[in-house]
């Protein structure tokens, strides 16, 4: 297996077409998109997406997303109904998966031996042309290693995935959107379950539905994999090297003495100065969920590198 790092190509025609013939050669390749980057495969072909499951170190039983260039090709992989394509006509492109029974055509290796497909069009034009350029749908996961935080740049995957077979990274910029997509599981039509919260808000989801949307229960703490609302929904993930400590109502005054060893992130930038030290960071000026949300993932692996 190779020890060198991923190379980055820019998107010009001829490294998408060089790409393409990668993957349809059974390659994998890092994808941008609006969400978070991608290790992409044809998700036509099993052995392709093996070696996804290989690169990540990720567990057979959790599926992967199928990822088009456009709606209309939904009946190639899914079987299809008016709520999901409502939900397509709405919202694709963009940072929406929706769940549904799934075609022949697509191996067991990505749905995990399951009957329904998880599916979506990425809004980045990149991904989209590249799919295109394929001629066959990809297969991606987010391109971290399982368990980690997931990648916002190119140069996050090629850090975080560099001692795999993983050869080439198309790089897309940054991920504008910066967290996954909203995952909706439309498997029955009449109960739209919501199994992962992301980049699309669940209300306006159920303002085109005209309904409200079950919400899986949070998975419990040290629940094991089967226990889980959903597959891949795990009681810990995207999680950083160094130990976290969620604190729902630190702010302002009430923040403690810090010990230098340690880092504080906020959700915006304090109004007190006192508390711009060098080991105090935000994620927004104002606390706009945007700004929160695209800045979140490349804060935490700054942190975990212990840049302060
Ligand atoms: O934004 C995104 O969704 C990114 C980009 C690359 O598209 N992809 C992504 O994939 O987040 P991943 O593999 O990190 O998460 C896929 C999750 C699985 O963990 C599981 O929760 C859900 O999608 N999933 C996939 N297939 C499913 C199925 N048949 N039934 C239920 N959930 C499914
Ligand atoms: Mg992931």
């Known amino acids: 297996m ?8 820019r998107p010009t025609s001829a490294n998408l077409t060089r790409l393409a013939n990668h993957l349809r050669r059974g390659g994998i390749v890092g994808v941008p998109s609006e969400t978070v980057y991608g290790l992409a495969a044809n998700a036509l072909d099993a052995s392709a ?14 599926p992967l997303i199928v990822h088009l260039s456009r709606a209309a090709e939904l009946h190639q992989v899914a079987i299809t109904n008016p709520s999901a394509d409502l939900l397509a006509n709405a919202f694709w492109p963009g940072p929406l998966t929706l769940v549904l029974p799934k075609n022949k055509c697509v ?14 069009v990425p809004a980045h034009p990149l991904f989209r042309r590249l799919i295109r350029t394929c001629g066959f749908p990809l297969a991606a996961p987010s391109a971290n290693p399982f368990g980690y935080i997931s990648p916002t740049s190119a140069a ?21 959107i910066g967290v996954e997509s909203t995952i909706i ?4 039509p009449s109960r739209p379950r919501l199994l992962r919260p992301g980049g699309l808000a669940q209300e306006k989801i159920e303002a085109v539905l005209k309904q409200k949307i079950l919400t899986a229960p949070a998975p419990k703490k040290q629940s094991s994999e089967s226990a889980a609302p959903a597959p891949g929904m795990l009681p810990q993930h995207y999680s950083p090297h160094t130990p ?6 630190l702010a302002g005054d009430s923040i403690p003495q810090i010990p230098t060893n340690e880092a504080v992130l906020l959700l915006r930038r304090p109004n007190d100065k006192r508390l711009r030290k060098p080991n105090v960071f935000w994620l927004s000026p104002s606390g706009q969920l945007s700004v929160i949300a695209h800045n979140l993932f490349n804060q935490l692996r700054q942190l975990d590198q212990g840049a302060w």
């Open 107 to 120: 191996p067991d290796i990505v749905t995990s031996g399951r009957d329904t497909v998880a599916v979506r």
């Open 2 to 9: 190779p020890k060198t790092k991923p190379a980055l190509y």
């Open 244 to 249: 976290v400590k969620l604190h729902p109502s």
């Open 49 to 62: 997406c093996a070696r996804i499951f290989e690169a990540k170190g990720r567990p057979a039983n959790d």
């Open 156 to 176: 996050h995957v090629r850090d975080s995935l560099g001692n795999t077979e993983l050869r080439a990274i198309l790089d897309g910029g940054d991920c504008t």
């Open 185 to 188: 599981d439309l498997s029955e």
